[in-house]
């Protein structure tokens, strides 16, 4: 299983760091990412990374957002800077079991943290 925190009402330009925990040692073995999905679109990747440490940033997201994380801890985080108001969405981790090629394929990912809101005001 996997619980999303850390979200939360920012305004533009502020931070917020998420946070995933996992219920087993999975981040170590399998690719993580961290999807949004905002009211009425299509949820997407916006940052993975594989269990080589390897990692994938939406265009949109490089230079503001880092994932990392603690395999020994079995958690993972998101930090998020100078937000804009285009970040607000639900935030989810999940975990591709698979090691599937697509990283960025929503559909490759079998478990799913319960999402989180994020909101920047502008």
């Known amino acids: 299983q996997l619980q999303a925190c850390g979200g939360g009402l920012v305004q533009a330009g502020g931070s917020l760091r998420l946070s995933c925990a996992a219920s087993?040692?999975?981040?170590?073995?399998?690719?993580m990412g961290w999807f949004r999905q905002a009211p009425g679109k299509e949820r997407v990747l916006v940052v993975g990374i594989r269990w080589s440490g390897s990692t994938y940033y939406a265009d949109s997201v490089k230079g503001r957002f880092t994932i990392s994380k603690d395999n020994a801890k079995n958690t993972a985080h998101l930090q998020m800077n100078s937000l804009k108001p285009e970040d607000t969405a639900v935030y989810y981790c999940?975990?591709?079991?698979?090691?599937?090629?697509?990283?960025?394929?929503?559909?490759?990912?079998?478990?799913w943290g319960q999402g989180t809101q994020v909101t920047v005001s502008s």
């Open positions: 087993g040692r999975i981040f170590g073995r399998y690719t």
């Open positions: 999940a975990v591709d079991t698979h090691r599937s090629v697509a990283i960025y394929d929503a559909t490759s990912y079998d478990f």
